[in-house]
């Protein structure tokens, strides 16, 4: 049985941390020197495709287009990572959907084509898995229709990350500018850390 999964929590630390503190952090949930707080999610299959499959008419025009480019930039540096999983873009049957929500920040999602979205509070974005065991069969983003076009870039490539199982932000001052998955940063970073391409690599062994 598939069980939905949310990928939006996070878990504080302080300072820099070593790469496998990093690693089980943001793919557990464990705390410094802690024990993980959820399973290790990962994907079976060795290429996942990527799209959007619903836009609705709050997008349209200059907001679709750049959404439309963030996924593919997303999926450029994600394969660049050299990680033991591919990403292509395809918008009819994706393993990854994204869904272009006319829904504001801090609302339910009752309008998503995705099931797994729907009833969900709203943030700027939201990714959630579709798991079978510790297997990810599926995911589902929304994004909101109040965040600011400028984000586009860095939500995308932070909520694909998460959706490959990295499921939990790092809250930690030191992080803002080194880690898409920060929580204190402004949606302003467009390319992965050093650390989040490290946490890849260990998720995803190169085959």
């Known amino acids: 049985m598939a069980l939905p999964a949310q990928a939006q929590d996070f878990v504080d630390?302080?300072?820099p941390l070593d790469d496998t503190a990093f690693y089980?952090?943001?793919?557990?949930?464990a705390p410094i020197d802690g024990a993980c707080a959820k399973p290790f999610y990962k994907w079976a299959k060795a290429k996942i495709t990527v799209g959007i499959t619903q836009r609705e008419p709050a997008f349209l025009g200059g907001?679709?287009?750049r959404a439309d480019a963030a996924v593919v930039r997303a999926v450029q540096r994600l394969n660049a990572v050299g990680m033991?999983?591919?990403l292509t873009t395809d918008e009819t049957t994706p393993d990854i959907t994204i869904h272009l929500l006319d829904t504001?920040?801090?609302e339910k999602i009752t309008g998503s084509t995705a099931p797994l979205l729907n009833g969900f509070s709203m943030a700027n974005a939201i990714t959630i898995l579709d798991i079978e065991g510790n297997t990810i069969k599926g995911a589902a983003?929304?994004?909101?229709?109040t965040m600011t076009i400028r984000q586009y870039e860095?939500?995308?490539l932070e909520e694909i990350t998460q959706a490959l199982g990295l499921i939990t932000?790092?809250?930690?001052?030191y992080y803002t500018t080194r880690s898409i998955l920060s929580q204190n940063a402004d949606n302003s970073l467009k390319t992965l850390g050093i650390q989040d391409n490290i946490a890849l690599i260990r998720h995803y062994p190169p085959r």
């Open 154 to 156: 860095s939500v995308m």
């Open 24 to 29: 089980r952090l943001v793919a557990c949930a």
């Open 141 to 145: 983003i929304g994004f909101s229709s």
């Open 63 to 65: 907001k679709l287009k």
């Open 104 to 106: 504001p920040r801090g």
């Open 84 to 86: 033991g999983v591919t």
């Open 13 to 15: 630390s302080n300072g």
């Open 169 to 173: 932000d790092i809250q930690n001052p």
